[in-house]
């Protein structure tokens, strides 16, 4: 993927060129249909998402939690936290997405503390809610 993608997406903005292009390196650019499922709660989790481009909705339970958006992620949680999906999440447009597995996401993780952070700040909004 093109690093350069990634300055305008909010959680990798303030990387400096080198991470954005480690970043650009663990990931790849996937694009789906609407009414893709690209995450079943209760299922094992193997890869974080970033919305480049359209929508998608978040399902609990049955019960819709919220709508998703360019620029927001989805998959942190059971990839730092749980190992299951706590969420189903499914395409409601075409999107664009950023797409990185596992072990690639804890790499990143590990090796820039400060995209974690912002990483865990979000699960804490997230759990809480």
């Known amino acids: 993927m093109d690093a350069n993608s990634l300055k305008s997406i909010p959680l990798f903005a303030d990387l400096s060129e080198h991470e954005r292009g480690q970043v650009a390196r663990w990931a790849d650019e996937v694009e789906v249909q609407p009414g893709k499922h690209l995450?079943?709660?209760?299922?094992?989790?193997?890869?974080?998402?970033?919305?480049?481009?359209?929508?998608?909705?978040?399902?609990?339970?049955?019960?819709?939690?919220?709508?998703?958006?360019?620029?927001?992620?989805?998959?942190?949680?059971?990839?730092?936290?749980?190992?299951?999906?706590t969420a189903t999440v499914t395409a409601s447009s075409p999107m664009r997405l950023i797409v990185m597995h596992g072990r690639d996401f804890r790499e990143m993780a590990s090796e820039m503390p400060h995209v974690a952070e912002k990483i865990r700040t979000a699960i804490k909004e997230r759990t809480e809610s």
């Open 39 to 85: 995450a079943d709660q209760g299922q094992f989790a193997y890869e974080f998402f970033v919305i480049e481009e359209g929508s998608a909705v978040v399902t609990k339970n049955g019960e819709h939690i919220t709508d998703l958006g360019a620029g927001d992620f989805f998959g942190e949680i059971a990839l730092m936290e749980t190992d299951r999906r």
